[in-house]
């Protein structure tokens, strides 16, 4: 019953940014959190003074719901950046301070050095992620014609821009989908079951975002692999955003080079 609560909730996010049909994600949500009460009611949670799996799908739900208010298709001039910055500064910031200040409780968390130092293992895995991005991303942007889901950049500002969006996205996608989303599951489910529900809604954003055609086959091994990679560094925040900003160093060369074919030519597997 506590699982298909949570999993109510983030099927909300395939239903506002997959199928954009966001009656039917509200309505999951409130299923969701109705069945969540149901659960609490019927286990007695209060009296063994254990999380409250309704106020930590609330705070996800709260997050869904604010990012919703916009649409997602990737913008470069002066309102959409401030849409974007508005509504996902809100996502994570909303529920921190309802966790915090209304619950009197600490379910999102931004932990940002975890273990401390990086020893080769994490270095290695930095060098193999910016191997494998350079290997992978320019195949799936250009075949797949995805990078006409971002806006044409072919001027210096526009390019620039583009460098501080992908890169500002890519630090609150670990802020929400880490420190908020999969950090308020795993006060309840064992760490494979919370790491598949916030790969749903990592990928889901990101579908809209314009990762689309055959992108969830990168978008949710990525989700999955930055879920436990922030539990092997034991609450790294600082790394999981490192890995995520040079995925996304990458993208925005692509990008440039999809629309500048002059710039960024060093991509071997490029069509």
Not at 107 to 133: D, K, N
């Amino acid at each position: 019953m506590h699982l298909s609560a949570a999993l109510l909730v983030c099927l909300a996010a395939p239903a506002f940014f997959v199928l954009e049909q966001p009656v039917l994600g509200f309505a999951l949500l409130v299923a969701g959190l109705i069945l969540a009460w149901g659960a609490e009611q019927s286990s007695g949670r209060m009296a063994r003074r254990t999380p409250s799996l309704l106020r930590d799908l609330s705070l996800i739900a709260i997050g869904l719901a604010i990012v919703r208010t916009i649409p997602l298709a990737a913008g470069l001039d002066d309102w959409s950046m401030i849409k974007f910055t508005l509504a996902l500064g809100g996502a994570v910031a909303v529920p921190y301070a309802v966790s915090r200040y209304l619950y009197r409780d600490r379910a999102t968390a931004f932990p940002w050095f975890g273990s401390g130092r990086w020893g080769r293992l994490h270095w290695g895995w930095l060098a193999a992620a910016l191997v494998l991005a350079w290997l992978i991303l320019p195949w799936y942007f250009i075949s797949s014609g995805v990078y006409l889901n971002w806006p044409v950049v072919d001027t210096p500002e526009l390019m620039a821009r583009l460098f501080i969006g992908v890169g500002a996205v890519g630090i609150w996608d670990e802020l929400f989908f880490i420190g908020t989303v999969f950090t308020a599951l795993l006060r309840h489910f064992p760490p494979w079951a919370a790491n598949l529900l916030q790969a749903i809604v990592f990928a889901s954003f990101l579908w809209e975002l314009g990762y689309r055609a055959w992108g969830p086959l990168l978008t949710i091994p990525f989700a999955l692999m930055q879920g436990h990679v922030y539990l092997r560094t034991r609450h790294s925040l600082a790394y999981v955003v490192t890995v995520h900003l040079l995925f996304d160093a990458v993208v925005f060369a692509v990008l440039v080079h999809a629309y500048n074919p002059q710039l960024f030519d060093v991509f071997p597997t490029a069509p």
